[in-house]
C-alpha cells in the first residue's frame, strides 16, 4: 500500500468495509511512515481542549492526540474505532451531527481528498467550532513525487482509486473560502514507498515534504 494515506470517498465506503482489518494492520507494517504523520499533525493540536476528528477510520490518529469523539461513515471502521475507546458518529463531514460552536478543534487527515464537495465539509468544520478554534488538515500533496506517483496509479488501489488529491495552494484556498484564517504548515519529508527507508523528516513549510498538515483558526466573521 506504500505511504499511508487515510482516506475513503465518504459516500462511498464499501472498499474500507469490506477491508477495514487491512487498513488497520498499515500501521503495524508501517511504524515508522505512520509516526512521520502524527509527528507532523502534533506540531498543531492543542495540548488541551475539546476536540472532534472527522473521518476517524480505526482510531489511528485520534488516539495519539486524546480524541475522543470521531466522525466515520464505515460501520467497520467505526467498529475498531470504539474498541480503541472512540465514541463514534456515523455521518459524512458534509453533515455533521454536532450543534454550533461544539469544539475546540478538529483533526481531518486526508479526508478531503474523498468527500464529494470538499468547500462544503470546510464550512461545516467552521460551523462546529469555538470562535478561534483550530482546523488541523493533513494530506498527500498532489504536487509531490509522492503525490504524482500515488495519482497516476489511483486505479490499481482499492482504497484510493476514487481519491482527488490536491496541491497545498489548492487546500490552502478551500480552507480560506471557508472562513479560516492564520495559516500554518508543517510538511514531513518521506522517501518513496518500496525504497526500503524508513526515515523521515518532520519541519515547518511544505514543497518538500509528501504529507503536509496545515492548521488555521475559526476568524470571528466570514
Known amino acids: 500500500m506504500g505511504v ?12 474500507f468495509d469490506k477491508y477495514a482489518e487491512d487498513y488497520d494492520r498499515w500501521f503495524e ?5 505512520y509516526r512521520a504523520e502524527i509527528e507532523a499533525i502534533k506540531r498543531f493540536v492543542p495540548d488541551m481542549g475539546f476536540g472532534v476528528e472527522i473521518g476517524t477510520g480505526t482510531g489511528r490518529f485520534s488516539v495519539p492526540f486524546g480524541i475522543r469523539i470521531g466522525v466515520e461513515p464505515s460501520k467497520n471502521m467505526g467498529r475498531i474505532a470504539k474498541a480503541r475507546g472512540i ?3 456515523r455521518a ?3 453533515r455533521l451531527p454536532f450543534r454550533d460552536n461544539q469544539f475546540d478543534f478538529a483533526l481531518l487527515v486526508t479526508v478531503v ?3 464529494q464537495d470538499a468547500a462544503r465539509l470546510l464550512i461545516e468544520v467552521r460551523r462546529i467550532l469555538k470562535r478561534g478554534g483550530k482546523a488541523i488538515v493533513g494530506f498527500i500533496d498532489r504536487e ?9 496509479r489511483k486505479d490499481a488501489n482499492k482504497f484510493y482509486r476514487e481519491a482527488r488529491f490536491y496541491s497545498v495552494l489548492d487546500i490552502a484556498a478551500l480552507i480560506r473560502q471557508a472562513g479560516f484564517s492564520g495559516l500554518r504548515f508543517c510538511q514531513a519529508i518521506m ?11 518532520v519541519r515547518e513549510g511544505y514543497g518538500e515534504g509528501a504529507f503536509v498538515a496545515v492548521s488555521s ?4 466573521k466570514k
Open 4 to 15: 499511508f494515506v487515510k482516506i475513503r470517498r465518504m459516500d462511498g465506503i464499501a472498499a
Open 29 to 33: 507494517k508501517n511504524g515508522p511512515l
Open 87 to 89: 465514541s463514534v458518529c
Open 92 to 94: 459524512v463531514g458534509e
Open 113 to 115: 481528498c474523498f468527500v
Open 144 to 152: 509531490s513525487v509522492l503525490g504524482q506517483s500515488y495519482e497516476s
Open 191 to 201: 522517501r518513496l514507498p518500496g525504497s526500503g527507508a524508513t526515515e523521515y523528516e
Open 217 to 220: 483558526e475559526k476568524t470571528a
